[in-house]
């Protein structure tokens, strides 16, 4: 158990619909990612806050968003989903921003149907 | 940006035999690499990690050795098994930049 939580564990939606992924880092880490994963792309990087501040932009869509509130847990949001979205969401943690050992949790995966 | 290619795609071994998974990295300034192991349905778990000061770190059964010249580094499994049997991406990054990751290595131990 690496001590980062997610929820939902399994989410099926339909296409043009708007959802939402929870992610609680370990306690004490202030820094949060978000990576999805698909059979054809691999890990992907989406997005970093650390400490409630945008860090770092990956390969995340217009459509996606993220926030980190002041308890440090963050959500992920999806809109107009397509098909092409259907994947594993993980969120990972660190203690500071540099990134370097980060610890994943279980993941979202999510259906568009 | 960081481009990091791994190989093989899939590994089967015999248990008790070695395995071996290769990376090499694009980026002559990433300095932290790091190896995942990820069984099914779980997110991936961080099993060992190097720094560009150090050429090799072990730990009991898992070894990593980085050549920074010619900018590739390999993950040593010995006496693997059956728990073993997962995927195992490699990864490198440089100061507060994003963890770049390998395709994926499929380790499948045979009893």
């Known amino acids: 158990d690496s001590g980062v939580t997610q929820t939902p564990k399994h989410l099926i939606t339909a296409t043009g619909q708007r959802v939402t992924l929870r992610c609680s880092p370990r306690?004490?880490?202030?820094?949060v990612y978000w990576y999805q994963q698909s059979l054809d792309q691999g890990l992907q990087f989406l997005i970093q806050y650390y400490n409630g501040e945008e860090r770092a932009k990956g390969n995340i869509l217009e459509r996606f968003s993220a926030q980190q509130f002041p308890d440090l847990h963050s959500e992920l949001n999806l809109s107009s989903l397509e098909l092409g979205d259907s994947a594993l969401y993980f969120c990972?943690?660190?203690?500071?921003?540099?990134?370097?050992?980060?610890?994943f949790g279980p993941g979202t995966r999510l259906t568009v149907l | 940006g960081e481009n990091v290619e791994q190989h093989p795609s899939t590994l089967s071994v015999q248990e008790g035999d070695s395995a071996v998974i290769k990376c090499t990295y694009s980026?002559?300034?990433?300095?932290?690499f790091p190896w995942y192991k990820q069984e099914l349905g779980k997110g991936p778990q961080l099993i060992i990690d190097?720094?560009?000061?150090?050429g090799e770190k072990k730990d009991q059964r898992i070894a990593v050795t980085l050549n920074k010249t010619a900018k590739h580094f390999s993950l040593h499994i010995t006496e693997t098994q059956p728990e073993d049997s997962a995927v195992y991406f490699c990864?490198?990054?440089?100061?507060?930049?994003?963890?770049?990751f390998g395709a994926g290595t499929t380790v499948t131990v045979r009893a």
């Open positions: 990972a943690s660190s203690v500071d921003t540099a990134g370097d050992t980060q610890y």
């Open positions: 990864a490198a990054k440089r100061d507060d930049y994003k963890l770049s």
């Open positions: 190097i720094r560009s000061n150090v």
């Open positions: 306690s004490g880490d202030l820094s």
């Open positions: 980026d002559s300034a990433s300095n932290y």
